[in-house]
């Protein structure tokens, strides 16, 4: 009775015209789907395949291979061929590695409804009526999803550009063959999820300009794919995310998916009982609402309004490649909606560590619209292939400088690319609107979390992670945000990784700073309303209220770099006479670091780099679980300092003999 309370508690402020509206949308869709479930059972949902004998898409692209010469050259001028080639020829394998599982061949069949990783099999039905989530059982959905985006038909594409050997082709066309056998329209788990449906089609339409040209590839072939694709676009219009309050990347998928299908068959449409569902209202509709969506998921600062670097990264890719798209096709955007994506691609720049990784902060599920480089060993904390592309685009050369690694990305997007002439250092700087918050000097990289949740508090990626910091030194990573290992395939874990006690803040014992049902894994009541007070090029000071009605203390931080030290004060406000619990503050160490205790400090080690903590009070050191990439944890180690009285200080430096205080 308690969870069903809880999740009513979501909308008891809503007006009841609103709650209305959405009873009666519940209705609607129920007769709706009642009715598709029938058809879907009686007469398999279906277009006669003579309508695209005579079809081929109109439109411009990113790559024309009548100049097939000049990619190939650049391509090798990368020294990208040998790594290539060995990547496509392990797709050519069926090996993959997805969502944590490791290098696995996937049989001479590929198993698209099944968690290959566990076993478990999704049985071929009615969209709606399959259960894609189960608590009680560790198969996780996004691994068919995820095989099904078709991301590695890139690669094969690649190796077929190179080489001209038809056995790229072949695989391309009996995967898709296989696929469309497989997952009949509605009838399978691959159709549960809109967004991967849009990615799946964005990844076909790649495929087709890599391969249209193969004389191994027959037009019987070409009659289905084409099919195919237009029945993922008139099931992408009928069933759109765009439910809640606030809409997602889910939702930005579904429209690109429109945009890009709507691009691909240009005029050419379907006249039948499907009324208002042809490429050109998907391409309308599209295009509209991703205008919309720029300014309601994005903040004016340039940060996803999802409060989740690793999503932020996908809905910048979403953005940023369908509008270049687009521009090719003379499709245009508001000069407003271009800047806020020019500033996207500043924000990625902006928390890019030395070390070229970004923090995970929030939720992180390695989501991409497309993999245009390293297919099989992309680094999952590395954003800067948004910077490359964004670098040509924009014509920036400090994007380019960033984004130097992933010149290819740019090759394959715009054609070309260019070498930034000159090196750029970064500065301090504030995201007010996102609520992040970086200090940097030569030593110190430093990134502070307040500000609030996901979707405008609703917490639905977010973490509990106020004034939570990551801290990497002279390019090492010593402080980290630990990241989200899983989601539904085993929620106890997923609660584990976005608790308190799993971030480098203040953590109370038995506390949370907002609460969360452990069952509802998409949703946390925002408690903390987290905001910074005051932040120079030196110093952040902020402050939450996650803990306030229930321990009566607000939780202030104040963060100061100065030359070779790192200065935190941690502030409780209140009465701190009648504490409920045990105070601690943690810090959550990268995996490699070593602790040696010493008289009065601990020394932290990591390939010749050392940092000195110094702190009064009595302190734990244990092993904890952090995460870099979906399904995979490694060992990492948690510092639980016991705070004394209602000010902490703790000093971080990289000479003890050195005093500033």
Known sequence: MSNIIKKFSKYKNQPIRKLTKKAFKKIKNKIYFSYRRYRAYKNPIDIPIDKFYSFYPECSFFYDFNNREKYIEEIKKLNLEDSIIRSANLILEHKFNLLGSGEKYLGEKLPWNEDFKTGFKWENKFYKDIKIVDLNNNADVKVPWELSRFQHLFTLGKAYILTCDEKYALEFKNEI?????????????????TMDVAIRAVNWILGYFMFNS????????WTKF???????????YKNLENYGEHYNNHYLSDLAGLIWLGIYFGDFYINDKEKNNNPKDWLKYGISEFEKEMKKEVNIDGTDYESST???RLVTELFLITTILCSKNNINFSIEYIKRLEKMCEFIMQITKPNGKSPLIGDADDGRL????????????????????????????????????????ALWILGSYKDSLKEYKLSSIAYNDGGYYI?????????????????????????????????????????????SYLYTADYKMRNVFRSTNMHS???IEGFEQNEFNPYDLFYMKEETFGRCLNFTENIFFGEHYGY????????????????????ITDTLKGDINNKKGKYFINFILDKGVEIKEKDGYLELLKNNKRLLLEFQGDYIIEKCDISYSYGCKTDGKRINIKMIGNENKIYIRTDLYEKYY
Request: charged share 30%.
């Open 177 to 193: 063959e296989d696929w469309i056998l497989n997952n009949p329209v509605e009838m399978s788990v691959n159709w549960t999820c």
């Open 226 to 236: 084409n099919k195919s694709l237009y029945l993922h676009g008139r099931f992408i």
């Open 310 to 312: 690793s999503y932020h």
């Open 370 to 409: 497309v993999i245009l480089s390293d297919y099989h060993n992309w680094d999952r904390r590395d954003f800067r292939h948004i910077l490359s592309v964004a670098g040509e685009y924009f014509d920036r050369d400090d994007f380019r400088y960033f984004g130097k690694d992933f010149r290819e990305d």
């Open 214 to 221: 193969s004389k191994s590839i027959n037009m019987d072939f």
């Open 548 to 567: 306030y009605k229930k321990c009566g203390v607000i939780h202030q931080r104040r963060v100061k770099i100065k030359d070779e030290m790192l200065e």
């Open 505 to 507: 803040t203040l953590y």
């Open 439 to 483: 200090l940097r000097n030569d030593k110190f990289y430093c990134l502070i979390r307040c500000g609030q949740l996901s979707c405008r508090g609703e917490g639905g990626h977010s973490h509990n992670d106020q004034l939570s910091i990551e801290l990497n030194v002279e390019g090492e990573d010593f402080i980290i945000d630990p990241g």
